[in-house]
């Protein structure tokens, strides 16, 4: 845009109507998401950046969805624009979508239309788009892309020295016309005046009474108008998604930038075509990604980490110098230079470190592991706060569930708790006290203190054999008989 250009001067408007019945869904086509995000958030976060005066948002089928999660898309999202939203009684095509938005459009001097099932869609090819029309002094400018396979495009056909001159639909494209590789990606930028001229003068076509938004082409250049047409470097931008095919597609576009990025910025993808991230995972530089991992939501990796193999991270935050190792991790926090893993399983409202130390086969639920704590091997972890420098021994399990409640175990700085014991929640072990292996823990434990809570050993006369022991001519199960 012109550096003088009101903000009121653009509006943008998306096109969201749609029913997608080829997607055979429940959910409304547009809110399949995309990199963790339904697919009409990046259509709008590309819109948003071009600081229009508003962005108006075209609803059919299942409008009510459509606006409640646009609305929440923009509060949480950053989207800062004010939105609109317009109700297309019936889906009679792109043109009829527009016709119904003629009052949002009239309130500014050139308007930009997209598909909200095109998520791939960049603002540097929007930006583009707009710079063109106004440098060209266009009535219409359209986004077009040369693809390979053009089939079902409408094929933009050009004069021997590049003007636009139509837009023929596959359908009713000669052979010739065919061949040709330019197609219109549906996105539009319009100088409303000459769009609301054309508007009044197309109808309806097809079986299905539609308008169509490349009708509006002829009839600028009809009255004189100039055409202009902005050649895409990303093919795969003007893409839409109509079936599961399509949308698994888009996905594998959006992944390879999302992970482009990432290495750009400094980070090490050791095989990107085995690894998933969201929208809005942040990787800080010098970390390295192993093959299968996923990450999603807004999980967020400091420096210098390792996620290694087949890791699951959704929604945490990794500070820096971590190593997480096929683990899985859910809403927690994991802080700087902790472990975790292998097999570990890090739940919801989790706080690790830092320096701590997660091993095989651990579970942590809604509990604070402090820094330099230690649960290395086959223990659960429930609603409990774990002090500094504790170790927890293998197979420890701290019984927070009572039947009806949660009840929180504290272990204070510096306690040792033996292995295979068992930790009756509500209770606090005092700083420095040691827990015996195989204990069943129900009364607080006072600091420096040692406490066992186990029966005592017995051990009878006789010789052990094949896993019986033979005391006086009389076989007893077990190698101890209390």
């Known amino acids: 845009m012109k550096n003088g250009q009101s903000a009121r001067g653009l509006g943008v408007l998306l096109l969201a109507a749609g029913e997608g019945r080829r997607m055979a869904s429940s959910t409304p086509k547009v809110l399949h998401p995309i990199g963790g995000r339904p697919m009409i958030f990046h259509v709008l976060r590309a819109a948003n950046a071009l600081k229009p005066g508003e962005i108006g948002v075209v609803v059919g089928h299942q409008g009510d969805a459509v606006k409640a999660a646009c609305l929440a898309m923009a509060k949480e999202g950053g989207v800062s624009r004010p939105l609109s939203f317009v109700r297309q009684k019936e889906p009679k095509g792109s043109g009829d979508a527009v016709i119904s938005s003629l009052s949002f459009l009239k309130k500014f001097k050139t308007a930009v239309v997209l598909c909200a099932d095109a998520p791939l869609i960049t603002y540097e090819s929007l930006y583009a788009l707009l710079r063109l029309h106004e440098e060209q002094k266009n009535q219409v400018t359209f986004l077009t892309a040369r693809v390979r396979n053009p089939r079902g495009y409408g094929r933009v056909v050009r004069s021997p020295l590049g003007e636009v001159l139509r837009i023929v639909e596959d359908a009713v494209a000669s052979a010739k016309e065919l061949a040709i590789s330019e197609v219109n990606s549906g996105v539009y930028c319009f100088e409303t005046e000459a769009l609301a001229a054309g508007l009044k003068a197309i109808g309806p076509k097809g079986p299905k009474k539609e308008f169509f938004l490349t009708d509006i082409l002829e ?59 969201d929208a809005d995972v942040e990787i800080g530089k010098d970390s390295v990604v192993w093959p299968g991992a996923v990450l999603r939501g807004k999980t967020k990796i400091g420096r210098d980490c390792v996620i290694g193999p087949h890791c699951h991270i959704e929604d945490s935050e990794v500070g820096a110098e971590c190593d997480i190792e096929m683990s899985k991790l859910s809403r927690c926090r994991v802080l700087e230079k902790t472990k975790v893993g292998p097999f570990s399983h890090i739940r919801p409202d989790s706080v690790l470190g830092p320096r701590a130390r997660v091993g095989n086969f651990s579970e942590i639920k809604a509990s604070r592991v402090g820094a330099g704590s230690k649960v290395n091997h086959l223990s659960y972890v429930g609603d409990a706060d774990v002090r500094e420098d504790v170790n927890i021994g293998a197979g420890t399990i701290t019984c927070n569930f009572d039947g009806r409640g949660k009840n929180k175990t504290v272990i204070e700085a510096k306690a040792f708790i033996g292995s295979n014991t068992t930790i009756v929640a509500p209770l606090r072990v005092g700083r420095g006290a040691l827990v015996a292996a195989g204990s069943t823990i129900d009364e607080d434990v006072p600091a420096g203190a040692l406490a066992f809570g186990r029966a005592r050993q017995e051990n009878k006369a006789g010789r052990a054999k094949d896993g019986l022991l033979l005391n006086g001519g009389r076989k007893v199960a077990g190698g101890n008989h209390a």
Not at 239 to 251: D, I, W
Not at 260 to 274: F, H, K, N, W, Y
């Open 219 to 277: 009839v600028a250049r009809g009255s004189g108008g100039r055409i202009g047409a902005h050649l895409s470097a990303a093919p795969e931008e003007i893409g839409g998604v109509n079936t599961r095919v399509q949308l698994a597609e888009a996905q594998r576009h959006f992944n390879r930038r999302a992970l482009e990025r990432l290495m750009l910025s400094g980070v090490t993808i050791i095989d990107p075509a085995s690894v998933y991230v």
